[in-house]
């Protein structure tokens, strides 16, 4: 999927919640085209309630509009836009442009006091949208709210009241996506009032007083403008979803559909998952005296048959058991959770197969996390506490549990299980590839087959690949043209060709050679449009909010027809990063390095994930690229958007639908697509995921 399609993910992530949506009657709240709450043009200071994504989509007056809004926290709002201004250019040619707003609540309503926010519209982009506002809302009854406010720029372009803080810098609209920061309430202001009348649970009343004056759309399209009223309803038709409809100007009518989403409620709350075994409390002493003495040790036939029983109770629960110690009081199972979005919940399950499978005297359980071959943590748990709390709050369980680095564990000597390595894994499913809202072909798409396959030598050596062939489509009809040295922007060069290509396929080595430290090596065709050697190195303890790592690659561009054959550019390219987890869900991360057209440069990323492994992420990438020139195309951004199915189905899976949402298709602040790289690998079963999401283990 391109990068700068957010409606069409924004939808397909909502039709998942179709059969049952969940999500409070007011979850999507009634929205303007802009994709917050408010009338048509002019905001409310309202928002979204946290964590709740809301997508819509705008058709006529002039355009359209495709926004995707995510509400990052209780206060602040980000909003991600693609949008279609009508002839802009000249009759029949449109300017397509990508826009961020942000939204920021300053005050609460209480009381008497209204609530207040501030925001700045398209403050990346272009600016053709570009407009700033300060706006207060009053609820007067629990029907009627009234908002009011000045506005600036777009808001500020009719009926204006004067300037406040200095003139505005001109163009209004630009080449490229810069921050246009030196244009923030600066210019001609002038005053907006909205009005919502909410007439029952499924219908809302709208009107509003706009200073948006369209000018670029008057002079350019022939846009009639005859009145600053705007009138307009709102029909719920779920509750997550509905339809508005507006008349605008005084002159033109529009359409808009709304969406809305909250991640932490999912279609199936409960699941659908089966239930896990029951805790099975030891015999007495009196009943097994051999097992209780720990005389069974010294036998040779024991270990092997315990861990083949084990193993097969965890292969029936969806894991891996790839080793496993055992002596007279304590065992080590290192297991490879194949199936369950949270860590947690795959400890909760271990832990109650190896009560139904030790001889009584085994006491300690330590529970180590295998990822890629790696073991990440081990957690150290006492049997008579799980015995005791199985129906008790789990925190009292963490209590007593002990994380450590899993090269920090001694239980004695490792034995594999027979028959997990070499191991082959294989998978065919269909795909699908667009291309929408393109400036010159606003419709494109291939559907195919994709097949993928893995086989691991032995822990931590990987060869894996997938190859793809189209089925039917058009994307070999794009039109677009590449940059003149292009790294990223010849995109559609590879969309062309979707006969039997091979998207990647690489050998790569995880191992961990110290404690604290993760390493991986990555050979072969890494990504659709590259080829080389990749390595890295991450340093992150297991009680650690921080993580530091490096990554090194030497890549050549692979051909348009994406099989074995190499274009002539060549580059290295790299990057020390630094993670950071913040708490609550955030995660921040700094790149600095260099890319792939050789700019140097940093990105800067924010990451808000949910118990339930829905991922938001919103980055930034400042770098050189071009050393000189008006279109500012070294500043890139755009948002990462990844899905767990399990969160769809009800059934637990580790599996999940990404996405990168991007600004721009241009060649400054590219940066290689490598499957497996490590933090994201270790970081679920480290202390902080585990903490978050300890409620699940007995799950």
């Known amino acids: 999927m391109n990068a700068k399609h957010i409606f069409a993910a924004t939808l397909s992530v909502s039709l998942f919640a179709l059969q049952a949506a969940s999500a409070d009657p007011l979850l999507g709240g009634s929205r303007n085209s802009f994709g917050l709450l408010g009338g048509f043009d002019t905001p409310s200071a309202y928002s979204l309630p946290d964590g709740v994504i809301g997508g819509s989509t705008f058709f006529g007056a002039g355009g359209q509009r495709h926004s995707f809004a995510f509400q990052i926290s209780p206060r602040l709002t980000a909003v991600f836009r693609y949008s279609k201004i009508d002839d802009f250019y000249a009759p029949g040619d449109a300017l397509y442009d990508r826009s961020v707003d942000l939204h920021l609540k300053l005050l609460e309503e209480s009381g008497w006091r209204p609530a207040v926010a501030v925001g700045v519209r398209d403050f990346i982009g272009s600016g053709a949208f570009a407009s700033e506002y300060v706006v207060a809302t009053k609820t007067v009854t629990p029907t009627l709210s009234i908002s009011a406010g000045l506005g600036w720029g777009r808001l500020g372009s009719s009926n204006g009241i004067g300037t406040l803080f200095g003139d505005r810098p001109t163009p209004s609209v630009v080449s490229g996506s810069p921050i246009n920061y030196d244009r923030w309430f600066r210019g001609e202001a002038a005053p907006f009032l909205g009005v919502n009348w909410q007439v029952n649970d499924k219908l809302t009343l709208k009107a509003e007083y706009s200073p948006d004056g369209y000018i670029d759309e008057v002079t350019r399209a022939g846009f009639d403008r005859a009145s600053s009223l705007n009138v307009g309803l709102d029909y719920r038709i779920g509750r997550w979803s509905s339809v508005s409809a507006w008349y605008l100007y005084g002159s033109e009518v529009g359409i808009q559909f709304n969406l809305a989403i909250d991640p932490r409620n ?8 089966k239930t896990p075994l029951p805790v099975a409390p030891r015999p007495s002493r009196s009943v097994d005296p051999v097992g209780w003495s720990g005389e069974w040790a010294a036998e040779p036939q024991v270990h092997p048959a315990v861990q083949a029983e084990v193993a097969k109770a965890l292969a029936a629960d969806g894991m891996l058991l790839e080793s496993m110690a055992l002596s007279a009081t304590s065992v080590e199972v290192r297991v490879r959770n194949q199936t369950y979005p949270s860590q947690a919940q795959a400890l909760g399950h271990i832990a109650r197969v190896l009560t139904r499978a030790l001889p009584p005297s085994v006491e300690y359980l330590v529970l180590t996390s295998v990822a890629n071959g790696m073991p990440t943590s081990a957690v150290t748990l006492r049997r008579s506490d799980v015995e005791a709390l199985e129906n008790s709050n789990s925190a009292l369980l963490l209590q007593n549990a002990t994380i450590t680095d899993a090269l920090a564990v001694s239980t004695g000597p490792l034995r594999p299980t027979e028959g997990v390595f070499p191991r082959f894994q294989w998978a065919l499913t269909p795909y699908v590839e667009a291309s929408l809202f393109d400036s010159d072909d606003p419709l494109l798409a291939d559907v195919g087959m994709a097949a993928s396959a893995r086989y691991e030598f032995a822990p931590g050596l990987v060869l894996a690949g997938s190859v793809r062939q189209k089925v039917v489509g058009n994307l070999d009809q794009s039109t677009r043209v590449a940059g003149p040295d292009p790294v990223r922007s010849d995109l559609a060069d590879y969309q062309r060709n979707g006969d039997l290509t091979i998207p990647s396929l690489t050998l790569s080595w995880y191992s961990r050679p110290a404690e604290n430290i993760y390493t991986r090596v990555s050979f072969g065709l890494l990504e659709r449009m590259f080829g080389g050697i990749s390595g890295e190195v991450l340093w992150k303890p297991v009680d650690s909010r921080l993580a530091l790592g490096v990554e090194m690659n030497y890549v050549q561009k692979r051909d348009y ?28 991360q700094i790149d600095v390095g260099r890319y792939l057209a050789g700019d140097l440069g940093a990105t800067l990323s924010l990451t808000r994930e949910f118990a339930n492994g829905w991922q938001i992420a919103a980055y930034a990438t400042f770098t050189d690229w071009p050393d000189a020139g008006v279109d500012d195309d070294n500043f890139v951004n755009g948002i990462r958007l ?53 409620g699940r283990f007995w799950r």
């Open 642 to 694: 990844t899905i767990p199915i399990a969160w769809t189905t009800g059934k637990p899976t580790i599996a999940s639908f990404s996405n990168t949402f991007g600004m721009s298709g241009d060649d400054g602040g590219a940066r290689l697509s490598v499957d497996g790289r490590l933090y994201g690998t270790v970081r679920q079963s480290h202390m902080g995921e585990l903490y978050d999401n300890w």
């Open 561 to 588: 027809d994406q099989r074995f054959s190499f274009l002539d550019y060549k580059v290295a390219t790299g990057h020390v990063s630094a993670y950071y987890d913040i708490g609550g869900g955030y995660t921040g």
């Open 266 to 273: 999912p279609p199936f709350p409960s699941g659908i998952e």
